[in-house]
């Protein structure tokens, strides 16, 4: 597994939980709650590799784990976080594709039909109601925003 650079959100949520399970406010935390702590990011492991990754991080053994170990230890299960510049460019290049006329919307069919090509399994009545979602105001269109707020699941609006 490679370590992941962790981003301040990554990080916010990890002390979150290390501070969750260190009820005296010690700094540190028993080994035996690391396990659970990696289920809640949505990783189990069994009872030999969770043995072999603390093993690795408890290096002195106390069956505490510090804030700056379980960091490094949690980093190898944390997901990498998108580059949204990029995604957004590359969908920026998508979403031109369609509007050829640079109108900056696309009509809702062709919206329709980017979603198909990404995942043809999805059934029709789903993209009517993806669409009836987007298209709020029923102009029968999809500006770029719209289309960003559904490719990448984030509301350009709210604050993540």
Same mark, same amino acid.
């Given at each position: 597994m490679e370590k992941v650079e962790l981003s301040k959100d990554q990080l916010k949520v990890l002390k979150e939980a290390f501070d969750a399970f260190d009820k005296d406010k010690t700094g540190s935390i028993p080994t035996d709650v690391v396990g659970t702590i990696l289920e809640l990011l949505g990783h189990t492991l069994s009872e030999e590799e969770l043995e072999d990754v603390i $093993?690795? @991080? *408890? %290096? $002195? /053994? &106390?069956?505490? +784990? #510090?804030? !700056? #170990?379980?960091?490094? +230890? =949690? &980093? !190898? @299960?944390? %997901?990498? /976080?998108? *580059? @949204? *510049? =990029? +995604?957004?460019? %590359?969908l920026r290049e998508v979403f031109m594709m369609y509007d050829k006329e640079a109108k900056g919307f696309i009509p809702v069919d062709s919206f329709k039909q980017i979603l198909r090509e990404l995942d043809g399994a999805v059934p029709e009545e789903e993209l009517d109601d993806i669409v009836d979602e987007i298209d709020a *105001?029923? &102009?029968g269109t999809v500006d770029f925003e719209e289309f960003m707020e559904v490719m990448t699941d984030r509301d350009p609006n709210k604050e993540s």
């Open positions: $093993d690795e @991080y *408890d %290096e $002195d /053994e &106390s069956g505490q +784990l #510090e804030f !700056n #170990e379980f960091v490094q +230890l =949690a &980093s !190898n @299960y944390v %997901e990498p /976080e998108e *580059d @949204y *510049d =990029a +995604l957004r460019k %590359e *105001d029923g &102009s």
